[in-house]
């Protein structure tokens, strides 16, 4: 092959005033990543050196969501049109040499197989612009292929459309792959001679005829992909089309969903075979599930790790925690960062952890709020069980040692510690430690009027 150097533009210096946004419109998420990372990830998959991203609006906002990327930014100080769009690349680029892949920040659904057989087209024709082009239903707005039989003439915009080219179908994807550093030639010979004033980027195709050099295109086989995002209409279509396709890739790895349009699930989230998902649970972050889970509806679960055969009932909500294999959680738990659970545990209804560390086997079912807390195994607490950690300056942790049991309704004042098997009486407030095999006990005395009920209360007063 003539080059085999691939390097990728990324255009996203657009304002995108239709999304009505103080947001810059590619940090707006689908599938809930913001919509720059998915061309910035491709790119990187198909192994482009370099990637340069052409940023205006918003500049800061999009490089500061990017700068772990391995992209490189431009600035197009002024939006004039796609084509000086890629000119301000052109520095960035001046040691390339090869296939350049112009790719937009707001066309989130192309996939890489798609880019590699536009890139393999372009170099097997030997063309100096191949354009990825799609056959639309409703081609309004887009610019149109302007063909005479196989040959790929140029573009025409929808503004400067004649009637009989506004009736083509076979519309521009605004996606490219181009012989650089000619791109850069051609274009500085294009004018803004047009209905927006605009450098338009498809008068490349013209220019690179009028120079003699080959231009061709390669029709997308599903136009979905080419499906640009002006609007939150848009937005929320492309956003379905890419939850359908993670759901379904997870579905041919062994995940079994309830209703695959109803669970939202980030694309970098693992989840291992015969794992169930009910509607409206939400995955993400950096989250990776084990094999034989059971999550059911309304979970929200991010940055987590979950063993196998974990089971997380109904509304509870998980953030950077580590679940061990066979635990029970919820419904309606709340498992705060810095949770880490050994295994075969239960947390139940109404259990607040944060910063816990809690041993094999320990169980907390109901109402109860851990937080700056180490947990042995075995251990049992009882309902309602808090440990009091925030003295209003300072957090304070309690240990719990392996098969305490926990009576319900007590407080532990942090920092407190309590030896190994030892045995809390419900309705405690435990401020000091406890030694191992101890019984500890902080109610006060039960005391007992025998009929003051009838002598007190006048609703209760002995009729004669
Ligand atoms: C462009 C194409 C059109 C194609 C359509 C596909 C041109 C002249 N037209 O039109 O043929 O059918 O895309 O969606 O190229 N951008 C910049 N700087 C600018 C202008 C645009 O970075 O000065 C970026 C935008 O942020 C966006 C991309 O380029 O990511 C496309 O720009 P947009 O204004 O949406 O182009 P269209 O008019 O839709
Ligand atoms: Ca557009």
Redesign the pocket.
Known sequence: MKHDKLAAVI????K?TRMKSALP??LHAVAGKPMVTFPVDVARKLGCHPTVL?V?HGAEAVKDELAGSAASFAL?AE???????LLCAREALRDFSGTLLLL????PLLREETLERLITEHRTNQAAVTVLTAELADPF???RILREGDQVLG?V?EKDASREQKAIRE????IYAFEAPFVFEALAGVDCDNAQR?Y???DVLAAARTAGRRVGAAVLEDADE?M?I?DRVQLARASAVMRRRINEGLMRTGVTFIDPDQSYIEPQVEVGPDTVIYPGVCLGGDTRIGSGCLIESQVTIRDCRLADNVHIKPGSVLEGSQIGAETAIGPMAHLRPGTVLAGHNKIGNFVETKKAHIGFGSKASHLTYIGDAELGTNVNVGCGTITCNYDGVNKHKTVIEDDVFVGSDTQFVAPVRIGRNSLIGAGSTITKDVPPDALALSRSQQKVVEGWRLRHDPKCKKKD
């Open positions: 255009l996203a210096a657009g995108g419109k590619v052409v205006g197009q939006q004039l049109g796609t084509g000086h769009a937009c920040g707001d066309v707005g887009y610019g573009i915009e519309i521009n994807t605004g605009e338009y980027l498809t080419a640009g002006n």
